[in-house]
């Protein structure tokens, strides 16, 4: 297989210089639920609206629901138009996250939306696993309502570092610093999965809020899936091309305008960061003291 990539200008220039025919369209396709996902979790619960553009999530008192990608990637980007549970969302998870289904050397790249009462804010939890190590959980709560429009959300993950966006904000950066010793998932394919649970255990306001079933069913909308990167099975030559576009120059560390972003984001909407927690890690974890 070939990497996916987007029918922009610059492939399509590309192409033509070596022969502009119709044929252009198989350079690539934008994801489609049908084609390269499938319910994993109660198909009673996921409806395809909008002639399958759209996927609704349901959460009621019987059920909540996930579906996944077919595939599993190696490096890439990969990205939804998400709009949240709205209204009382209290309780309710909602993930998108991408994991190596490998439990004992688990690699896990999560977005989890943490619902709240109507009017306060929804807090969005970032984690990574690196080779079956978790605990890296930081918290972000959103500058806007993600429950009035469709937002997107962005995993890049290259050889560089990991990049979790909301729009075009990077809100959480975690650099490949093997060569220091911390863990970097690099050698498994991951695949895309996506959730809406009940976690009023522990989601809001770490479980004291509960979730109101009077407030049921619950719905999230999906859409506008994009997925570049290596599927696998496929030649290894492909996650290790360092000429796919996700492994370009100006995709190895942020820009000096995403830089700003990403320290507007800490310094004003960052309510948890685990490696200021000194009650849970008396010792810094090493990837926090290594830089972004
Ligand atoms: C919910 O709202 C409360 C009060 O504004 C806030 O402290 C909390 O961070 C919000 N998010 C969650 C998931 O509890």
Same mark, same amino acid.
């Given at each position: 297989m070939?990497?996916r990539?987007?029918l922009?200008?610059?492939?399509?220039?590309?192409?033509c210089?070596l *022969? $502009? *025919?119709?044929?252009?369209?198989? =350079?690539g396709r934008p994801?489609?639920?049908?084609?390269d996902?499938?319910?994993?979790?109660?198909?009673s619960?996921?409806?395809?609206?909008?002639?399958?553009?759209? #996927?609704? =999530? #349901?959460l009621?008192?019987?059920?909540? $629901?996930?579906?996944a990608?077919?595939?599993q990637?190696?490096?890439?980007?990969?990205? !939804?138009k #998400?709009? =949240?549970?709205p209204?009382?969302s209290?309780g309710?998870?909602?993930a998108?996250y991408? &994991? *190596?289904?490998?439990?004992?050397?688990?690699?896990? =790249?999560d977005?989890e939306f943490?619902?709240n009462?109507s %009017?306060?804010?929804?807090?969005?939890?970032?984690?990574?696993y690196?080779h @079956?190590?978790g605990?890296? +959980?930081?918290?972000?709560?959103?500058? /806007?309502d993600p429950?009035?429009? /469709?937002?997107?959300?962005?995993?890049?993950?290259?050889?560089?570092?990991?990049?979790?966006?909301?729009?075009e !904000?990077?809100i959480?950066?975690?650099?490949? &610093?093997?060569?220091?010793g911390?863990p970097y998932?690099?050698?498994?394919?991951?695949?895309?999965?996506?959730t809406?649970?009940e976690?009023?255990?522990?989601a809001?306001r770490? @479980?004291l809020?509960?979730?109101?079933?009077?407030k049921a069913? /619950?719905y999230?909308y999906?859409?506008?899936?994009?997925? +570049? @990167? $290596?599927s696998?099975?496929?030649?290894?030559s492909?996650?290790s091309d360092?000429? &796919?576009?996700?492994?370009?120059?100006?995709?190895?560390?942020?820009s000096?305008?995403?830089?700003?972003?990403?320290?507007?984001?800490r310094?004003?909407?960052?309510?948890y960061?685990y490696?200021?927690d000194r009650s849970?890690?008396?010792m #810094?974890?090493?990837e926090?003291?290594? %830089?972004i």
């Amino acid at each position: 297989m070939h990497p996916r990539r987007p029918l922009d200008l610059v492939t399509l220039a590309a192409f033509c210089v070596l *022969s $502009c *025919s119709p044929l252009v369209s198989v =350079l690539g396709r934008p994801a489609t639920f049908l084609q390269d996902f499938h319910v994993t979790w109660a198909d009673s619960h996921i409806r395809q609206i909008n002639g399958g553009a759209t #996927i609704q =999530l #349901i959460l009621d008192q019987n059920s909540g $629901c996930g579906f996944a990608s077919k595939r599993q990637y190696m490096f890439g980007r990969v990205s !939804m138009k #998400i709009k =949240l549970v709205p209204g009382d969302s209290a309780g309710t998870v909602t993930a998108f996250y991408m &994991n *190596s289904n490998t439990d004992n050397v688990r690699d896990e =790249l999560d977005f989890e939306f943490l619902g709240n009462r109507s %009017g306060q804010p929804y807090t969005v939890q970032t984690n990574v696993y690196a080779h @079956g190590k978790g605990d890296r +959980e930081q918290r972000v709560n959103l500058w /806007f309502d993600p429950a009035a429009d /469709f937002h997107t959300y962005s995993i890049l993950w290259n050889h560089h570092h990991v990049v979790f966006y909301v729009d075009e !904000m990077p809100i959480r950066v975690y650099k490949n &610093n093997e060569a220091k010793g911390v863990p970097y998932p690099t050698y498994q394919p991951m695949g895309i999965y996506s959730t809406l649970w009940e976690a009023d255990d522990w989601a809001t306001r770490g @479980g004291l809020e509960k979730i109101d079933w009077s407030k049921a069913p /619950f719905y999230a909308y999906y859409k506008d899936f994009d997925i +570049e @990167g $290596c599927s696998v099975p496929e030649p290894a030559s492909c996650a290790s091309d360092p000429k &796919n576009w996700w492994e370009g120059a100006s995709y190895q560390q942020l820009s000096a305008v995403e830089t700003q972003r990403y320290r507007w984001v800490r310094m004003n909407h960052m309510i948890y960061d685990y490696c200021a927690d000194r009650s849970r890690y008396p010792m #810094i974890p090493p990837e926090c003291e290594a %830089g972004i």
